[in-house]
């Protein structure tokens, strides 16, 4: 199972995360980061959180809800069939134009979930982590996926290091190999510069 690593400033800055390196079906507990603390009256539970948008929910896709004709919120871990999902929601909802993160633990399939960031980012959807909002693992890279990115201050973020199914992980591989391309790779195509992405990445494999 990977080890875990608190956000730091520069994490803060990135704001993204590697996924699980070819290993679908860890189970991961996680250090949270808040970046100011929260106030006691802000603090919503779990089930609160997701029970408001399952409530204002008007259809659902995978771990998508749709809210309105223009905001869906994510709600769960992502895995191979979430590009799908993503793709149908909007052939029903192509007016969607901002994806909320309410609580957002991560992916079963890394590939897919790039795949699903890169989709995010050609549909030019805005990507809002609300109050309270949730944001882990692989869901790092959904949001760093909008087309903007607004973080409320009471939001939380986890990022980690990776261990694949083989048991190697980052630092097990040589430095210009295929595993560490991929995360690299997507984060300059989400705008990062190549020496961000490189310290970003870094940081998070530094367990």
């Known amino acids: 199972m990977r080890r875990l690593l608190k956000l730091s ?44 948008a399952e409530r204002a929910a008007i259809a659902a896709y995978g ?28 052939r029903d909802f192509p007016r969607i134009a901002t994806l909320r ?6 992916t079963r399939d890394d590939r897919a979930n790039l795949a699903l960031g890169r ?8 990507a809002v982590v609300p109050a309270n909002g949730s944001v882990r693992s692989g869901a790092v890279e959904l949001a760093l996926a909008g087309t903007t990115l607004t973080i409320d201050d009471h939001s939380q973020f986890a990022v980690h290091a990776w261990l694949d199914e083989d048991g ?8 210009d190999a295929p595993e560490h391309r991929k995360y690299l790779s997507y984060y300059r195509d989400m705008g990062m510069a190549a020496d ?9 494999n530094a367990t």
């Open 9 to 52: 400033a520069l994490a803060l800055a990135a704001l993204t995360a590697p996924l699980a390196a070819k290993a679908p079906y860890y189970y991961y507990s996680y250090n949270t980061y808040y970046p100011t603390p929260p106030a006691r009256t802000a603090a919503t539970p779990y089930l609160s959180r997701v029970a408001q």
């Open 63 to 90: 771990p998508f809800r749709v809210l309105d004709d223009r905001t869906a919120a994510l709600i769960g871990v992502t895995d191979g069939r979430t590009p799908a999902a993503f793709e149908r929601m909007l």
């Open 101 to 106: 993160f309410v609580e957002c633990p991560g």
């Open 119 to 126: 989709m995010i980012r050609a549909a030019g959807i805005a």
């Open 168 to 175: 190697y992980g980052a630092n097990d591989y040589a430095a």
């Open 196 to 204: 961000q992405a490189v310290s970003f990445y870094a940081m998070t």
